[in-house]
């Protein structure tokens, strides 16, 4: 079982297209983001920001463009009853949008079933993600958190 306890900030987040919608109601100059071949981008003026959280400053921050993380909290104890195989996941989305949350899940547990430890499961998806065509930066961290 797959649980995917954190919110994807992708173009199509309806919390992310409502906040910008409120700025533009509001009178701010926030665009909706649009998508293309390389990927999904604001415009801002003449230009077009590529849609990442790391982006700051004034000028791009009046456009609507943020990098305030999301926290989430999980409770271990109640996630991990009577579960086998317990892993987690950190990814950003070079990973995650040529893999799914389920896929990325499947391969962690048979990658744990045969032995793998959490450094050689990390680098291995980086490698499918590589080998799907991910053209985005793919940063992913395992850990095992039983003795499976």
Known sequence: MVVFETRDHSPDDMIEIERLSR???LGLDYS????SMSGSYLRVGDFQYALCRSLEGSYVTSKGIVSDADVTNINLTTAL????YNSLVLACDGLLEVMSSEEVGREVVLMRKAGYKADEVAKNLCGQALKKGSYDNISVIVLHLDDA
Do not use: F, K, L, N
């Open 23 to 25: 700025g533009a109601d």
């Open 32 to 35: 909706i983001p649009e998508c």
């Open 81 to 84: 009853a009577g579960r086998q």
